[in-house]
Nanobody
Framework: VQLQAYGGGLVQAGGSLRLSCVAS????????IGWFRQAPGKEREFVAG????????LYANSVKGRFTISRDVAKNTVDLQMNSLKPEDTAVYSC????????????????????WGQGTLVTVSS
């Protein structure tokens, strides 16, 4: 599967953006999907994800209540709705897919993902 993230841009603090992870080559619903981000000079960190069933989601504490991950099977995308953005949300956001179906508590581990898409830059100004 090939993944590509779209939707990044420049937004003021308190604003919203919606990112999309578009999959090609195979149905995205057959994968566990995670969103990660990497800020300049910092390590990559997990943002949000769900297992293949998409029944349960996992969010990083830093984005809980502000970000929402969802899947559109018809469009073969996984979206990340980001509200109440803060300057500390500035980062390159990437989506990743896992052929495994790891436990929900393991979704945040990058090593569990097999495919990574090119990221999209989100810049939040203060």
């Amino acid at each position: 599967v090939q993944l590509q993230a779209y939707g990044g841009g420049l937004v003021q603090a308190g604003g919203s953006l919606r990112l999309s992870c578009v999959a090609s080559g195979r149905a995205i619903a057959t994968y566990t999907i995670g969103w990660f981000r990497q800020a300049p000079g910092k390590e990559r960190e997990f943002v949000a994800g769900f297992r293949r069933s998409a029944t349960y989601t996992l969010y990083a504490n830093s984005v809980k209540g502000r970000f929402t991950i969802s899947r559109d099977v018809a469009k073969n995308t996984v979206d990340l709705q980001m509200n109440s953005l803060k300057p500390e949300d500035t980062a390159v956001y990437s989506c990743a897919a896992s052929v495994l179906n790891p436990a929900l508590s393991s979704l945040g581990r990058a090593i569990n993902y097999d495919y990574w898409g090119q990221g999209t830059l989100v810049t939040v100004s203060s």
